[in-house]
Nanobody
């Protein structure tokens, strides 16, 4: 079994910062890409940022220049540093990992249960 556990969400004022963490554990052979997605009330889940390897990153236009994704491969952990937060960043943030559980298996996508980020104006 594989588990992804997010932490670091909370309530912050506009302009503030938060750092999200997501640790993957369990029967993991290797992790390819990891990422963060978010879902605001009444909206579809959307991509926030992804990272492949240690340096291949991709960001949603709405967070470029404000959010930074990084990962620690020794800890199977991905981070999201969020600065200059805006009320429209309010959402449940979900961690995603594409990983192999066996050497011969293909990548499968796993999701965390989410962590709530609320930005007050």
């Amino acid at each position: 079994q594989v588990q992804l556990v997010e932490s670091g969400g909370g309530l912050v004022q506009a302009g503030g910062s938060l750092r999200l963490s997501c640790a993957a554990s369990g029967s993991i052979f290797s992790i390819n890409g990891m990422g963060w997605y978010r879902q605001a009330p009444g909206k579809q889940r959307e991509l926030v940022a992804t990272i492949t390897g240690s340096t291949g990153t991709n960001y949603a236009d709405s967070v470029k220049g404000r959010f930074t994704i990084s990962r620690d491969n020794t800890k199977n952990t991905v981070y999201l540093q969020m600065n200059s937060l805006k009320p429209e960043d309010t959402a449940v943030y979900y961690c995603n990992a594409n990983l192999k559980t066996r050497m011969w298996s293909g990548d499968m996508a796993y999701w965390g249960k989410g962590t709530l980020v609320t930005v007050s104006s």
